[in-house]
């Protein structure tokens, strides 16, 4: 399926919104609902991103998870912080190359 370059920034800012939420949860475990969110971002991005995206994605969502189940989670938030800008610099470049 193609996508636009806004509908990826759009998809790219709820994800971010989502990681701002772990951010704030970290160490407190990962819930069903939260689970399910991160689970439809996963979805999402790497149907837009296609294979060689997903495996990005999938960095993002681990360490998201790890921050929330970690004990001490100041490392599992920085590697999210690294995965959420590795992502975001390939969202701009897919958006560059779908407008361009």
């Given at each position: 399926?193609?996508?636009?370059?806004?509908?990826?920034?759009?998809?790219?800012?709820?994800?971010?919104?989502?990681?701002?939420?772990?951010?704030?949860?970290?160490?407190?475990?990962?819930?069903?609902?939260?689970?399910?969110?991160?689970?439809?971002?996963?979805?999402?991005?790497?149907?837009?991103?296609?294979?060689?995206?997903?495996?990005?994605?999938?960095?993002?969502?681990?360490?998201?998870?790890?921050?929330?189940?970690?004990?001490?989670?100041?490392?599992?938030?920085?590697?999210?912080?690294?995965?959420?800008?590795?992502?975001g610099?390939?969202?701009?470049?897919?958006?560059?190359r779908?407008?361009?």
């Amino acid at each position: 399926m193609h996508y636009t370059p806004d509908q990826l920034h759009t998809e790219l800012a709820r994800f971010n919104a989502s990681l701002r939420q772990v951010s704030r949860r970290a160490g407190r475990g990962l819930d069903y609902d939260f689970e399910r969110r991160l689970e439809a971002h996963r979805r999402t991005l790497s149907d837009m991103l296609g294979p060689d995206g997903t495996p990005v994605v999938m960095d993002a969502i681990a360490a998201a998870r790890s921050a929330l189940n970690a004990t001490e989670p100041f490392h599992d938030l920085q590697a999210m912080a690294r995965a959420q800008d590795t992502l975001g610099r390939l969202v701009r470049r897919w958006a560059m190359r779908l407008a361009g």
